[in-house]
């Protein structure tokens, strides 16, 4: 139980606490190292980007794009060069102000947690990289030690958010009520589901679509990747 938390803290990842998205740059570290066409993954990364940040794309649709590419060789390589996608990929891309702010709501109590729409095979080192225990990723689907390229369970993304953190709460013998505080820091029109949840929804460095509502909601803004 959670009893000795009162706050409870989450934060997407992608655009959020990062100043980029790690299935983008997955994507662009696989075409760098030859391991993809560099022609279509190219042009098809950067459409289903732009399409994610308008909101226009389909859940299954999205998590399939980016699982995909966790089914195209052994996962001894995968690891590898997940190893290097870490140092290479990502490690440039956490301002100090995203570590700073974790660590300020770690230092006050609060039980924090990384919610995204990422799977968990890309962003469990990187919650590690910000001293997060909780994760709550898209779950891969796995068989007879491979990726299948398909996703397991409820795909952490839109309402399915919601949903994946209700079934993490559960399993803590907790629900969302339980907090007389509880956050949510995301940039991505894609989250309002979860945002509407929350008691303290906060956007970062929000998308055109967001930052609209938001201004309609008097939501706070932060300008987290604007910071030095």
Known sequence: MTRAHRELVLFDLDHTLLDGDSDVEWLNFLIEQGAVDRVAEEAANAAMARRYREGSVGT??????????????????????????????????????????????????????????????????????????????????????????DVAGTPSFREGKVTRLEEWLTARQAKLTDFGVSRFYSDSINDVPLLERVTHPVVVDPDPRLERLASDRRWPVLRLHSQP
Do not use: C, K
């Open 60 to 149: 299954l649709e999205f998590v399939r794009f980016y699982l995909r590419t966790l089914a195209m060789h052994p996962m001894e390589r995968m690891l590898e060069w997940r190893s290097a996608y870490l140092e290479r990929s990502i490690r440039p891309r956490i301002p100090a102000a995203s570590r700073q702010l974790v660590a300020r709501h770690q230092g006050n109590g609060a039980l924090v947690a990384i919610i995204t729409a990422t799977n968990r095979f890309l962003t469990e080192p990187i919650a590690r990289e910000f001293g997060v225990e909780h994760l709550i990723a898209t779950e891969p689907e796995m068989r007879d030690g491979r990726f299948t390229g």
